[in-house]
């Protein structure tokens, strides 16, 4: 008998909740709301129970402004620091949970064309969590967070819309 790992847990929940959100059962605002309500309160936890290696971990997923980079690979840099903030919470159901909504959202927004100012901005946002994590603040881990993805919001909507424009149109 094998026993599921927190991997394989979150990658079936990851196909299931996007073949949910392809086939429209899901909505955008049900998507980034539970995001919201998990990933600000693991950055609060994050900065609470950092242990010795995590910064580090977290700024080696932040890259340098230059070179530029490819889109896909600035993506994986992107749902590296996520997962990265989740497993500093050292809560596996948190991990579970969060993976997949973030898969979900990333994907949609992946495959949009996202400026250079974009990916700068991200980094940003990702460097101040890493700065409130660090300082052990949590309000401010949480706030930081909470900055973040209120900022991705109209990119997740323009997203959203175009990846169902085609789907419209066929209808």
Same mark, same amino acid.
């Given at each position: 008998?094998t026993?599921?790992?927190v991997?394989?847990? +979150? %990658? +079936?929940?990851?196909?299931? &909740?996007? !073949?949910?959100? *392809?086939?429209? *059962?899901?909505t955008?605002?049900? !998507? &980034? %709301?539970?995001?919201?309500?998990l990933?600000?309160p693991?950055?609060?936890? #994050? #900065?609470r129970?950092?242990?010795?290696?995590?910064?580090?971990?977290?700024?080696?997923?932040?890259?340098?402004d230059?070179?530029v980079? *490819?889109?896909?690979?600035?993506?994986?840099?992107?749902?590296?620091f996520?997962?990265?903030? /989740?497993?500093?919470? *050292?809560?596996? !159901?948190?991990? /579970? #949970?969060?993976?997949?909504?973030?898969?979900?959202l990333?994907? +949609?927004?992946?495959?949009?064309?996202?400026?250079?100012?974009?990916?700068r901005? /991200?980094?940003a946002?990702?460097?101040?969590?890493? %700065?409130?994590?660090?300082?052990?603040?949590?309000a401010?881990a949480?706030? %930081?967070?909470h900055?973040?993805?209120?900022?991705?919001?109209?990119y997740?909507?323009?997203?959203?819309k175009?990846?169902r424009?085609?789907?419209?149109?066929g209808?």
């Amino acid at each position: 008998m094998t026993l599921p790992t927190v991997d394989h847990i +979150s %990658e +079936s929940l990851s196909s299931n &909740i996007a !073949l949910l959100a *392809d086939a429209r *059962d899901l909505t955008l605002e049900e !998507l &980034i %709301e539970v995001r919201m309500l998990l990933e600000v309160p693991a950055a609060r936890l #994050a #900065a609470r129970r950092r242990a010795e290696g995590d910064l580090e971990r977290l700024r080696a997923t932040i890259p340098p402004d230059r070179p530029v980079l *490819d889109t896909q690979v600035e993506f994986v840099h992107n749902r590296d620091f996520h997962a990265t903030l /989740i497993e500093c919470c *050292d809560n596996r !159901l948190l991990q /579970i #949970a969060a993976q997949p909504v973030f898969s979900a959202l990333q994907t +949609s927004l992946s495959r949009s064309g996202l400026p250079r100012v974009f990916h700068r901005s /991200i980094h940003a946002h990702h460097a101040r969590i890493v %700065e409130a994590v660090e300082a052990g603040d949590e309000a401010g881990a949480a706030a %930081e967070m909470h900055a973040h993805l209120s900022f991705l919001v109209p990119y997740y909507e323009k997203a959203w819309k175009a990846a169902r424009l085609p789907l419209a149109a066929g209808a």
